[in-house]
T-cell receptor, first 115, second 116 residues
Framework: NAGVTQTPKFRILKIGQSMTLQCTQDMNHNYMYWYRQDPGMGLKLIYYSVGAGITDKGEVPNGYNVSRSTTEDFPLRLELAAPSQTSVYFC??????????????FGEGSRLTVL | DAKTTQPPSMDCAEGRAANLPCNHS???????VYWYRQIHSQGPQYIIHGLKNNETNEMASLIITEDRKSSTLILPHATLRDTAVYYCIVRVGFMNYGGSQGNLIFGKGTKLSVKP
């Protein structure tokens, strides 16, 4: 299994541009998450999904959108990039059910700079 | 959610045990203690979790006090590769919870530096 794969790993955007961060997992996990991490800080939850077709907001959803059309994919969309969105973005997934310890599996991160 | 308090940083000599404390004085009866670590801006990695009893796996041991208000993560023989930020998180058990109840909230954690 490749686990959780994020693309791109690095990206520089100009203010006002749009882009999509891709996330895919091959573990057939129900739950998927997007976090952002600012320098020296912990992770903050942006959006999450409990299954295909279902998404919900986390702590810091403003300026972002998500969709979950398949179990595997959970893209994060930035519509009008702002310098405040400069951060490292992490996608994660987990399964649900008895016997699972609820372990979150993270991708390697996508570093986004907005200038 | 119960909040946790961790020291911002700690040092440990290579080969010695690293003991990372966490206070969670407002923990509820159905909340677990989870530990994750993040090595040099990689994605966080699950280490261990527990409810009441002490737990051990191939990576670490988790000691939870009897009143459950604090816990300690123990890395028995720290190596340079254990240098990372360690996060202590308190959350209801994942196993049968969906929606926002299963979400992890990460604080700033403890920066552990293992020195030669």
């Amino acid at each position: 299994n490749a686990g959780v794969t994020q693309t791109p790993k690095f990206r520089i955007l100009k203010i006002g541009q749009s882009m999509t961060l891709q996330c895919t997992q091959d573990m057939n996990h129900n739950y998927m998450y997007w976090y952002r991490q600012d320098p020296g800080m912990g992770l903050k939850l942006i959006y999450y999904s409990v299954g295909a077709g279902i998404t919900d907001k986390g702590e810091v959803p403003n300026g972002y959108n998500v969709s979950r059309s398949t179990t595997e994919d959970f893209p994060l969309r930035l519509e009008l990039a702002a310098p405040s969105q400069t951060s490292v973005y992490f996608c994660a997934s987990r399964t649900l059910g008895t016997g699972s310890n609820g372990e979150l599996f993270f991708g390697e991160g996508s570093r986004l700079t907005v200038l | 959610d119960a909040k946790t308090t961790q020291p911002p940083s700690m040092d440990c000599a290579e080969g010695r045990a690293a003991n990372l404390p966490c206070n969670h004085s407002t923990i509820s009866g159905n909340e677990y203690v989870y530990w994750y670590r993040q090595i040099h801006s990689q994605g966080p990695q699950y280490i261990i979790h527990g409810l009441k009893n002490n737990e051990t796996n191939e990576m670490a041991s988790l000691i939870i006090t009897e009143d459950r208000k604090s816990s300690t993560l123990i890395l028995p023989h720290a190596t340079l590769r254990d240098t990372a930020v360690y996060y202590c998180i308190v959350r209801v058990g994942f196993m049968n919870y969906g929606g926002s109840q299963g979400n992890l909230i990460f604080g700033k954690g403890t920066k552990l530096s293992v020195k030669p």
